[in-house]
């Protein structure tokens, strides 16, 4: 057996064991019944996504009308391009979740949400990168607390992939908020657009674990292990 397939193998036998059937090669939600405390804590779930996909319109408002005085303008594209990679990855959380929620018999009326914006929001880039961190945190912490209350096995498992990938964001945005990194001096006065193929790789599933059609780290299709043998 090939390092590959032992990694391969490794992973599905844990994504068996979160509730997730692998039929055919590619690993589905296998949908459990869920417990009337299970679809509230979905539905709070479901509230904290589209909460964050709030936030992140005003963010993404923000990066579009900031000034050109602001120091960090000349990355005004990339960030915008991160943004916007960020809530999509919001946005598939939040379906999924919905379907999750709707086939064990609840309902989704939790609205459209709101965006968590501190009074004295300042919208500098600086201060959008802040309030995107702060965002991130929030929502992997949720998932992450969700895990304790979730009783069925196959929803906990869907909190664990959402939450693993937003923690990847939070810690992202949290190494360029505290000016750890910074974006590479390419990408400089270049558009959203130039740049959405680059951001598309700094987290690039919106699951960490594959759930139904959305691949997660372990598919290598396109995303494969490092070759450390260069």
Request: aromatic letters at 4%; glycine letters at 6%.
């Amino acid at each position: 057996m090939t390092d590959d397939s032992s990694r391969r193998d490794a992973l599905r036998s844990l994504s068996a064991a979160a509730g997730l059937v692998l039929p055919t090669g590619r690993l589905s939600p296998k949908l459990p019944r869920g417990a009337p405390d299970d679809r509230a804590v979905l539905r709070a779930l479901l509230t904290t996504e589209r909460d964050t996909l709030k936030t992140y319109d005003v963010v993404l408002a923000a990066i579009d009308a900031v000034s050109s005085t602001d120091p960090l303008f000349l990355f005004q594209g990339v960030l915008k391009a991160t943004a916007l990679h960020f809530r999509d990855h919001h946005r598939e959380h939040a379906t999924l979740v919905v379907r999750y929620l709707t086939q064990q018999g609840g309902t989704d009326d939790v609205g459209e949400g709101q965006a968590h914006i501190p009074a004295g929001f300042v919208p500098s880039l600086q201060n959008v990168i802040d309030l995107a961190t702060n965002a991130e945190k929030d929502a992997a912490l949720a998932h992450g607390e969700a895990q304790k209350t979730l009783t069925e096995g196959g929803n906990a498992g869907l909190a664990s992939a959402i939450s693993a990938t937003e923690s990847q964001h939070f810690v992202l945005l949290d190494l360029v908020a505290r000016g750890f990194v910074l974006p590479p001096a390419a990408t400089a006065h270049q558009p959203a657009d130039a740049l959405a193929a680059s951001t598309a790789r700094l987290v690039p599933r919106a699951f960490v674990v594959t759930q139904g059609d959305s691949p997660g780290l372990e598919d290598e299709r396109d995303l494969p292990f490092h070759d450390v043998s260069r």
